[in-house]
């Protein structure tokens, strides 16, 4: 019914940048929040990032000051510029959005496939 398609990952050296997107498609009437998460390898999954329909944003502490999250409603899609990036940085990203679709009455979580992001030399 809605589907949300990550891109962007993929492998950088520390200190370097990455942009993901993730574009939610299907029978939707509205987005209120999308987000990304991340899991890092054997941890568990954790807020990166949300932004509101308004421009309201959030970030985790540890990406603070170098994570910037953006969104076009009119695209349904919601960006995360990644910069100044660490090792630590490294895991597997995934977009979140709390979507009405077309008919329904209350929003819904839907997730994407995730996307790999590895910060090595």
């Known amino acids: 019914q809605v589907q949300l398609v990550e891109s962007g990952g993929g492998l950088v050296q520390p200190g370097g940048s990455l942009r993901l997107s993730c574009a939610a498609s299907g029978s939707i009437l509205g987005i209120n929040v999308m987000g990304w998460y991340r899991q890092p390898p054997g941890k568990q999954r954790e807020l990166v990032a949300t932004?509101?329909?308004?421009?309201?944003?959030k970030y985790a502490d540890s990406v603070k000051g170098r994570f910037t999250i953006s969104r076009d409603n009119a695209k349904n899609t919601v960006y995360l510029q990644m910069n100044s990036l660490k090792p630590e940085d490294t895991a597997v990203y995934y977009c979140n959005a709390g979507v009405l679709v077309v008919g329904g009455l209350t929003l819904k979580d839907y997730w994407g496939q995730g996307t790999q992001v590895t910060v090595s030399s």
């Open positions: 932004i509101t329909a308004g421009g309201s944003t």
